[in-house]
């Protein structure tokens, strides 16, 4: 996958580009899916989506962040992508075939509407232990639960003409579907 730009930050994200892969790889998207982002933050996951799904919605609860998400986009040359501006699962479409939590926050509401409209693809991007637990059992009583993935990311640099490792927290990386 080619590389993104990333030029406006934001406070939160972006999404590292291994957990990206694996993320999008989970997802499996085509350009027949509807993708929805819920916290889209930097626009980092929804840029790399808009490039697979037909058709692209990206959630932000925070306006200035929505506001990155929409620049990066247009720094990468995407258009077309739905940008709302509110908190999910109040903001959410009904007829989205894959869904990304990428934010957490009522993410048991989100998980509700997903399998109400029997979303096919359904993954959740997890950094704390407790909330990777309880979303686990969510996914599960809600019959959405394929399997959870812990990655744990090391970078090599340059260290006294060796080579050296910066290590990331680890992310759990859930997964499912209501098929
Ligand atoms: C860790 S960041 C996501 C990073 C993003 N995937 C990226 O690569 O930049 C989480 C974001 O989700 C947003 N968020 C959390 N829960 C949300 C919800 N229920 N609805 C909309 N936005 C939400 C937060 O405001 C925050 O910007």
Redesign the pocket.
């Known amino acids: 996958m080619a590389r993104i730009a990333l030029p406006h930050d ?1 406070r ?4 590292k580009p291994e957990v ?1 892969s694996v993320t999008l790889g989970k997802l499996e998207l085509t350009d027949a899916d509807h993708f929805v ?9 929804t840029i790399e989506a808009a490039r697979a799904a037909g058709r692209v919605t990206a ?4 306006p200035e ?1 929505l506001e990155t998400t929409r620049k990066n986009l247009a720094a990468n040359g995407i258009e077309g992508v739905e940008l709302i501006e ?4 109040d ?1 959410l479409p009904d007829d989205a075939d894959a869904l990304f939590l ?6 048991a509401g ?1 998980l509700d509407h997903a399998a109400e409209t029997g979303i096919d693809r359904v993954v959740m991007n997890v950094s704390r232990l407790e909330v990777a637990g309880d979303a686990v059992r969510a996914f599960r009583e809600r019959e959405l639960f394929e399997e959870i993935v812990q990655m744990q990311v090391s970078t090599g640099y340059e260290l006294a003409g060796a080579t050296s490792f910066d290590s990331d927290n680890p992310v759990y990386v859930i997964s499912g579907g209501a098929a």
């Open positions: 934001a939160a994200g972006p999404t990206r982002e819920v916290g889209s933050c930097t626009g980092a996951v959630i932000e609860r925070k962040r509110g908190e999910a699962p903001a990428g934010g957490s926050r009522n993410y989100v």
